[in-house]
């Protein structure tokens, strides 16, 4: 694959609002797993996510999932510096699921309990595309629009479309993201499914007890390299491989042998042209369940081997944001590459005896990486996995 330059990174997480923000957090191994306050919580076995602060401001008229994207993408773009004559011609790709669910849910909770319920000007972008059609709107985004929905691998696979785009001369720049809000039926659903740990999630430790959930938004901008160089952009890394693949094993699980992450995982090396030694870091799905980690550590090691490979994840301390996972996780990759500095697994203790990697635990590792991929893998077994070269 012809390498795409990253020359721009929002980000909208459980730390607030920018880059820097959300770097700090994850680089110093901060836990933003917090007791919800967005929802009515009593009952449940978990009481806990990762919600972000709520001090986006921005209009009543958009959901809280579209305020998230907005301020991300708005970050993205302007630090890209692609002004908005460049704009018409960017093509914009947005990985969603849940769309502005949770005002819809408030309307129809108060309706339900029998109150005065006048339809709320949000309920209308309660669909996931609504997200692409206010970033568009409001920052004059001109050229191809998309929306992937594949689950908690959305947000990467909308960078793996984008940089097709780039790639094939379609578009010469991309602004590419993932956003979901925390919704009840999202909590209601993974807590009657069990998956839910009551306290901050642990992943790849050998006593976790399940996932937590998050919320918010990342947007990355893709662009063909020699364009960045003409513009003298600032890239951050480049995108050098993707693969995608789906199990089409079970609605829910995951092929028990990770046969499809495997694959995913091999396409995206072919597609960068490299082996499996030359990757140092692999930002990891790492959803902290006790069925999940163990596959995706099966799949690492059939196809990075034992030993080399640090393995880290962000969920540890941002929850799983579902949509957006993919976009932040990546963005989290291009970062580290950047700063030569690996986060680390938050909270991990007693590393599982079947995982046979360094999972950093706790603390950052400082060392300098060349390729590093990021793993998504959603319900239904729809595995994308992207490949990140560092820029000296």
């Keep these: 694959m012809k390498p795409v330059a990253v020359t721009g990174l929002g980000v909208v997480s459980p730390f607030g609002a920018g880059v820097k923000a959300y770097w700090e957090g ?94 709320p000007r949000a309920l209308a972008s309660c669909f996931p595309s609504s997200h692409v059609d206010v970033v568009g709107s409001v920052l004059g985004i001109g050229g ?8 908690c691998s959305s947000g990467a696979a909308s960078l793996a479309m984008a940089a097709d785009l780039v790639r094939d001369g379609v578009v010469p720049v991309a602004l590419a993201g993932g956003v979901d809000a925390l919704t009840r039926i999202c909590f209601m659903g993974f807590n009657t499914l069990k998956l839910l740990d009551p306290a901050p999630c642990r992943p790849f430790d050998r006593d ?4 937590s959930i998050g919320e918010g938004a990342a947007f990355v901008v893709l662009e063909e390299v020699g364009h960045a160089r003409a513009r003298d952009a600032r890239v951050y ?42 990757v140092g870091y692999a930002n990891a799905h790492g959803t902290a369940t006790p069925q999940n980690d163990r596959i995706e550590a099966r799949a690492l090691r059939e196809v990075f081997g034992d030993g080399g490979l640090l393995v880290s994840s962000t969920k540890s301390m941002i929850g799983h944001t579902m949509a957006a996972a993919g976009t932040l996780e990546a963005v989290a990759t291009v970062l580290a590459l950047g700063h030569e500095v690996v986060p680390p697994t938050a909270r991990l203790e007693n590393t599982d005896p079947d ?26 077994g729809q595995n994308v996995t992207l490949v990140f070269r560092r820029v000296a």
């Design 144 to 151: 191809p629009r998309e929306t992937v929905v594949t689950a």
């Design 237 to 278: 890394a480049e995108l050098t491989g993707y693969g995608m693949s789906t199990d089409a094993f079970h609605v829910t699980s995951p092929h028990p042998e990770g046969e499809g992450m495997i694959r995913a995982m091999r396409a995206a090396l072919a597609q960068a042209g490299i082996t499996a030694a030359s």
């Design 26 to 119: 994850i680089s110093g191994g901060v836990c933003a797993i917090r007791p919800i306050t967005l929802i009515d919580t009593e009952g449940f076995r978990c009481r806990i996510g990762a919600e972000v602060p709520d001090s986006l401001g921005g209009s009543a008229r958009r959901s809280r999932a579209d305020r998230f994207a907005l301020a991300a993408a708005r970050e993205a773009i302007d630090d890209a510096g692609i002004g908005r004559a460049e704009r018409g011609d960017t093509a914009l790709i947005v990985g969603a699921v849940g769309g502005g669910m949770l005002e819809a849910e408030a309307w129809y909770w108060q309706r339900a309990r029998g109150g005065a319920a006048p339809l």
């Design 355 to 380: 995982i046979p990697f360094d999972c950093v635990p706790r603390v950052a590792r400082e060392v300098a990486v060349e390729h590093a991929i990021s793993n998504s893998f959603g319900f239904g």
């Design 208 to 211: 976790r007890r399940g996932m």
